[in-house]
């Protein structure tokens, strides 16, 4: 379980930079429908060849929850945040997908969960970090519409994550995620088509960048890291998993600076700080339920 919080953490902590490369040169829908159809074919024969056709095996209502998950996750949460990236850096996109373990925390309040008292510390001291880290990416000029994307896709992330284990899913969790991403990767397609991102699109006039950038995204964003989210959701509490959104803005903003030569100030060291208090906290409290 720690070995894929780590790779969680870690490994998506690194996407908000790939999905920023990617669409300097292709459309966000579009290239993130590529991302999830490759990847979830890729995962559904590594699954059959691994462990046999019938590890693929699942009821008509099982698909249509993983195909509802893969929608929230895939479309709402990450398409959404795709098309936030061609307006908003990835630093802050990854600072404000950091509320997701707040509104997971509501969702299990409103349906009769009681988390520990403590867990909530956790939330709010993650947010006070998130606060400390906002504020100076906030200073400039910044597109309302990219920001409530953000926003949105922050809600629909939160209410696939909180339903995938509530609702019939396939047994077998890869092949779940099979199933999510080829749906999901679908979901996307149909909005490029919609937004007409087809038009214009000239394959040759994609940078070898973006390329490079979007098989990373195939291979280690969507194999490894979303395979290992999705068995996470089977497996760990809710709460704990979620902690993965005050640790990515961390690795964002730190490969900001390494790749891109974005400044790291003071209170951005800071609110790093308070936010990886807060999933020391919610982690902790977590562990002994």
Not at 91 to 120: K, N
Request: with cysteine; charged share 10%; net charge positive.
């Amino acid at each position: 379980m720690w070995a894929a919080l780590a790779v969680v953490y870690v490994v998506w902590g690194s996407t908000y930079l790939g999905i920023r490369i990617v669409v300097e040169t292709m459309p966000p829908f579009l290239s993130a429908a590529a991302r999830f159809v490759t990847a979830g074919l890729l995962l559904a024969g590594l699954v059959a060849w691994r462990q046999g056709p019938a590890a693929l095996r699942a009821t008509p209502r099982q698909l249509a929850s993983a195909a509802l998950v893969g929608l929230l996750l895939l479309v709402g949460g990450n398409g959404l945040v795709v098309l936030a990236e061609t307006s908003v850096p990835s630093g802050l996109t990854a600072l404000l997908i950091a509320v997701v373990p707040v509104w997971v925390v509501l969702l299990r309040t409103a349906t009769g969960d009681r988390p520990r008292r403590a867990t909530f510390g956790g939330v709010l001291l993650g947010l006070a970090g998130l606060l400390v880290l906002t504020a100076p990416g906030l200073s400039g000029t910044m597109k309302l519409g990219g920001l409530a994307t953000v926003v949105a896709a922050t809600l629909m992330w939160s209410a696939g994550s909180f339903w995938s284990a509530r609702i019939p899913m396939p047994a077998n969790p890869f092949a779940a995620s099979a199933y999510e991403m080829a749906a999901g990767g679908l979901g996307c397609l149909v909005m490029g088509l919609v937004r007409g991102e087809q038009h214009g699109l000239d394959p040759a006039a994609v940078s070898g960048r973006s390329w490079a950038a979007l098989a990373y995204l195939v291979v280690f964003g969507s194999l490894v890291a979303f395979t290992a989210y999705a068995w996470l959701l089977h497996t760990a509490p809710l709460s704990l998993v979620a902690t993965y959104a005050y640790v990515n803005p961390v690795v964002a903003v730190l490969l900001g600076w390494l790749v891109l030569d974005e400044p790291v100030s003071a209170s951005i060291l800071l609110g790093g700080a308070v936010v990886v208090a807060g999933v020391c906290v919610v982690v902790s409290t977590e562990r002994r339920r």
